[in-house]
T-cell receptor, first 112, second 114 residues
């Protein structure tokens, strides 16, 4: 299948290590943020979301951190597995709209 | 599978032809969205429906593009007089009604213009 993100920033991590993927968002009025995982030939898959009145949210093996002061979002993946290899996108939703604005993706490569 | 379904998965056509894509959202989702994604980029918003009403359109959606959701369930996206620059992945997403509901995406239709 086709490759998503041929020239994206790449993060390579050893299997079992923790991964941190960063994202700078653009709109200080955004009130909702989501991380998506996209595998080649597939659509974005929801991982975790966070509202602007929070600064941290945890899921299963994943944690999202939001720093509104510097408009920064991060995704932490614990004990990274080969199945985590994909392109990861952050998305922001400006207040008062329903459209998402996607950031530049990051390719995560998990090394065995 | 109760996820968002898109058809066809791939479409190859000659420049100047019209194409139509279909999206079936998750059944209880009132909101439906279309995005376009080119290689190496994140998805870009095209348009959004609340039930059958088209409530927001991007300026990316030129007059050659039209989207409908006539009964508030499935949606179609038509591109008339296709151009080389229309080659992309067209993604559909749906969500529940309410503030800050996550959008769930289908696997897209890959359009290639010859």
């Amino acid at each position: 299948g086709e490759s998503v993100g041929l020239h994206l920033p790449t993060l390579s991590v050893q299997e079992g290590d923790n991964s941190i993927i960063n994202c700078a968002y653009s709109n200080s009025a955004s009130d909702y943020f989501i991380w998506y995982k996209q595998e080649s030939g597939k659509g974005p898959q929801f991982i975790i979301d966070i509202r602007s009145n929070m600064d941290k949210r945890q899921g299963q093996r994943v944690t999202v951190l939001l720093n509104k002061t510097v408009k920064h979002l991060s995704l932490q993946i614990a004990a990274t597995q080969p199945g985590d290899s994909a392109v990861y996108f952050c998305a922001e939703k400006p207040s008062g709209t329903y459209k998402y604005i996607f950031g530049t993706g990051t390719r995560l490569k998990v090394l065995a | 599978d109760t996820g968002v379904s898109q058809d066809p998965r791939h479409k190859i056509t000659k420049r100047g032809q019209n194409v139509t894509f279909r999206c079936d959202p998750i059944s209880e989702h009132n909101r439906l969205y279309w995005y376009r994604q080119t290689l190496g980029q994140g998805p870009e918003f095209l348009t959004y429906f609340q039930n059958e009403a088209q409530l927001e359109k991007s300026r990316l959606l030129s007059d050659r593009f039209s989207a409908e959701r006539p009964k508030g369930s499935f949606s179609t996206l038509e591109i008339q007089r296709t151009e080389q620059g229309d080659s992309a992945m067209y993604l559909c997403a749906s969500s529940l009604e309410g503030v800050n509901q996550p959008q769930h995406f289908g696997d897209g239709t890959r359009l290639s213009i010859l």
